[in-house]
């Protein structure tokens, strides 16, 4: 049942995440992800089928850890007004969503006194994803923010390496181990205890 619960914490926590990149591009004037049909909460106008159903489905009946992502929101930056701050403000909007809807659950714990496995696997997951997107590697949202907030010159050398070796970063962040956890859990580990502390 918990990987079950994590399946479905999952497939919520990405599709929040994904409405937030929607939702704040569409009100900083680009159109495009409302034309695509990404302005919505429901879940299939989101989904990969790979990172949403197949990985997130074997998790929950080999009990693996559980993973997942969903089709990346296409911005279209010629409709921006000024294109690096909104792709700022669009590429944390996913992140801070995920946030927000972990400070909800945690209220609704605290003040309802509703303690349950679901509750307490939005919460995990909301951080956790939020908290991985914000690495500053391609194609996090943490890459974008890291990309606009350069001059120009630096932003173009950083994203030819990253066009380059970008892919190869992620693969070594996700499965490399050391000290016995992949590279990223150990980056991330002490933060989203912190943030945990605070919520729990």
Not at 38 to 54: C, E, F, K, S, Y
Not at 116 to 145: C, E, M, R, T
Request: charged share 10%; net charge neutral; hydrophobic share 55%.
């Amino acid at each position: 049942m918990i990987n079950i619960f994590s399946f479905l914490a999952l497939i919520i926590s990405i599709t929040i995440h994904e409405f937030c990149h929607a939702f704040a591009a569409d009100r900083l004037g680009d159109p495009t992800p409302r034309s695509l049909g990404r302005l919505t909460l429901n879940p299939i106008a989101h989904a990969d089928p790979i990172g949403t159903v197949l990985l997130p489905l074997l998790s929950a009946f080999t009990g693996i850890a559980t993973i997942g992502w969903a089709k990346p929101v296409i911005i279209d930056p010629y409709n921006l007004k000024n294109p690096k701050r909104d792709e700022i403000i669009i590429s944390l909007s996913g992140p801070m969503g995920n946030i927000l809807l972990a400070i909800i659950c945690a209220l609704i714990s605290k003040i309802f006194g509703v303690q349950n496995i679901l509750i307490y696997l939005l919460i995990l997951i909301n951080v956790s994803l939020a908290v991985f997107n914000l690495l500053p590697i391609p194609p996090l949202d943490g890459s974008k923010i890291f990309l606009n907030l350069l001059p120009v010159d630096k932003s173009l050398q950083w994203q030819e390496t990253f066009d380059r070796y970008g892919f190869i970063l992620l693969i070594i962040l996700v499965f490399l181990p050391i000290g016995g956890a992949p590279i990223f859990q150990t980056i991330m580990s002490p933060i989203v205890k912190f943030i945990l502390s605070l919520l729990l």
